[in-house]
T-cell receptor, first 113, second 113 residues
């Protein structure tokens, strides 16, 4: 186990709603990255937070936003949900912003109906 | 393209055989590569990593080979066991500040006993 915990494990929403996913990073890690994994695909980078600031962003629209808290836990918020947002959302923590090795949680499975 | 690709989506082997999973990457500026194993319902689990100043790195039952000339990465698993059945992803770091790992689509390894 990596020590990265995510909640909830499963979530069902309807199109147009908003969702908040949560992540607690591994002890001692100050950087959190979020990934979206569609069925049968590799994880796609959404964004990274380092010391409470966004430290890089992938090709996702602004309705995907995040926060990192002083204890390094993090939230991913998605507004105006679309059917294509249905996916496994993975949180990963790393020791620092420059550390490439990521430790993943088990993810939140989001279904948008 | 931007993402790391894999040669074969599936690989089936017998227990005890050696497995080789291949991966081609596109960015010659990438300086760090990593292999993850993902079992059903779980997040990606770190297997082994390698930097671009190395050609080979060995772990417990696993070896990663890097050929920068042809931008090719491979994962070798010795004496494959049924517990090795999973989806395997290679990922690269594009050597840009604030970016995280870029994943390929994955290879599903099935081990029969």
């Amino acid at each position: 186990e990596t020590g990265v915990t995510q909640s909830p494990t499963h979530l069902i929403k309807t199109r147009g709603q908003q969702v908040t996913l949560r992540c607690s990073s591994q002890s001692g890690h100050n950087t959190v990255s979020w990934y979206q994994q569609a069925l049968g695909q590799g994880p796609q980078f959404i964004f990274q937070y380092y010391r409470e600031e966004e430290n890089g962003r992938g090709n996702f629209p602004p309705r995907f936003s995040g926060l990192q808290f002083p204890n390094y836990s993090s939230e991913l918020n998605v507004n105006a949900l679309e059917l294509d947002d249905s996916a496994l959302y993975l949180c990963a923590s790393s020791l620092t912003g420059g550390e490439e090795k990521l430790f993943f949680g088990s993810g939140t499975q989001l279904s948008v109906l | 393209g931007e993402s790391v690709g894999l040669h074969l989506p599936t690989l089936s082997v017998q227990e005890g055989d050696n497995s080789i999973i291949n991966c081609a990457y596109s960015n010659s500026a990438s300086d760090y590569f990593i292999w993850y194993k993902q079992e059903s319902g779980k997040g990606p689990q770190f297997i082994i990593d390698i930097r671009s100043n190395m050609d080979k790195r060995q772990g417990q039952r696993v070896t990663v080979l890097l050929n920068k000339t042809v931008k090719h990465l491979s994962l070798q698993i010795a004496a494959t066991q049924p517990g090795d059945s999973a989806v395997y992803f290679c990922a690269e770091n594009k050597n840009q500040a604030g970016t995280a790992l870029i994943f390929g689509k994955g290879t599903t390894l099935s081990v029969s006993s």
